[in-house]
């Protein structure tokens, strides 16, 4: 998000108030949209079939030992990340030529009350995406800062938090809401120990088809 609003300095009272600006550069894209809809029958069997397959013990939680669940089950869920996907592409990326971005590893996340997700980051992706089946109301995903140690080496005590000094960012984690976001940003989730049933989430990775760069340039690279 950018920030483009006059700042005006008390000056002597003979003078005129100068006008500044100050510009947000470099945001971080966050997309979120929700489902109109809630989960059907068939996807809730679907969830607990893939639960009934198998989870892994993570640090926290537990994910699905499936990790291509889009490949056979939830057809509409991943049907409506892949809408979803292409408009972020068209309003974050913004190709000038065609390319194709598609979902490639897929797991179910579930987290008891009190669990929680280390912090980390999803590599061989570019854009990763977190589809909330259910959650508390409380729930918050937090984001960090990709420069946060770089600014800790100098340490402030902040009157009040701002989009400029903060280094963690908290989303709400809502049901039947999807969040889409560039792959390499750091994310974890803090324990909620309110919680009185479990979070389930599926978390998804994309990979991109087509030609990138350009071929004067020597930055061709085709994907197929």
Known sequence: MTVDRPLRRKQEKT?????TTLNGLFPTPLYSTKRDMN???????DI????????????????????????????KIKQFCEQQIKIYVEQVISPKEKLNFYITQSWL??????????????????????????NEEDDRIIFEHPNRKLLEMTSFEFETSNVWNTYVVTSPCETNTLLLFPSWLNHTVAPNEKATKDRIS????TFVKGTLGNNSALSELILK
């Open 202 to 205: 599926i978390s998804f990775n």
């Open 109 to 134: 996340n579930v987290t008891n009350p009190g669990g929680y997700h280390h912090t980390h980051s999803h590599s061989n992706s570019l854009i990763s995406g977190v589809f909330y089946i259910s």
């Open 39 to 45: 989960t059907s029958s068939l996807e809730n069997n």
């Open 15 to 19: 003078s005129k108030p100068i006008d």
């Open 48 to 75: 607990e079939d893939i639960i009934k397959e198998g989870m892994n013990k993570n640090q926290g939680n537990s994910s699905s030992t499936n990790n291509y669940i889009f490949n056979e089950k939830l057809k």
